[in-house]
């Protein structure tokens, strides 16, 4: 059974920089579609970033195109989120999930979850 471990997440100031990883075990990482959802206090849970398989097509949240980048290793079996330009409503706790390769207008989990990662943004 796939396993996810997420990793990378602290506090920053807005404006700053972090990057997330996930790292698959139970099973290779090439063979999934893989996202990056969040979820803040008191809101709904958010997929902010997808990766479907090949690398060929990418999904982003309005709310952090052109800030956040999906990317992955297949050689690390690792999946990454690259935060720039940081915003106090970026905090949440960050999930590396498993998704429905054959849905891409949003990230849609199939039940593999990671524990989590806190992200903070300052202002």
């Known amino acids: 059974q796939v396993q996810l471990v997420e990793s990378g997440g602290g506090s920053v100031q807005a404006g700053g920089s972090l990057k997330l990883s996930c790292v698959v075990s139970g099973d290779s990482a090439s063979r999934y579609c893989m996202a990056w959802i969040r979820q803040a206090p008191g809101k709904e849970r958010e997929g902010v970033a997808g990766?479907?398989?090949?690398?060929?097509?990418?999904y982003y949240a309005d709310s952090v195109k052109g800030r956040f980048a999906i990317s992955q290793d297949n050689s690390k079996d690792t999946v990454y989120l690259q935060m720039n330009s940081l915003k106090p409503e970026d905090t949440a706790m960050y999930y590396c999930?498993?998704?429905?390769?054959?849905?891409?207008?949003?990230?849609?989990?199939?039940?593999?979850w990671g524990q989590g990662t806190q992200v903070t943004v300052s202002s």
């Open positions: 999930a498993v998704i429905d390769c054959y849905i891409d207008s949003r990230p849609i989990p199939l039940g593999y």
């Open positions: 990766i479907y398989i090949g690398g060929e097509r990418t």
